[in-house]
């Protein structure tokens, strides 16, 4: 996991955080064999200690939910860069 130097910590935990603020309502995109899958746009912002904090306002999270209660089966960052 040497690619990860300076984003984990010494136990491999995560050394950044990361929140997703929506912008509106969950599009659905499929809904088919138990599965629901939609995406969300929002505004993601990445930060690592406390000098460093990046803002995709053009983000998205792809999401695909199964089961009853449904479950997360699938979570996906999305990003568009302008």
């Known amino acids: 996991m040497k690619h990860m130097t300076g984003f984990v910590n010494k136990n491999g935990a995560p050394a950044f955080s990361s929140n997703f603020e929506p912008s509106g309502n969950a599009v659905v995109i499929s809904q088919e064999n138990g599965t629901i899958h939609f995406k969300v ?25 199964t089961g009853n209660p449904p479950k997360i089966s699938h979570l996906e960052q999305i990003y568009s860069v302008h």
């Open 41 to 65: 746009a929002g505004t993601l912002t990445q930060t690592q200690g406390k000098l460093s904090k990046t803002t995709y306002k053009n983000a998205a999270i792809d999401v695909k939910a």
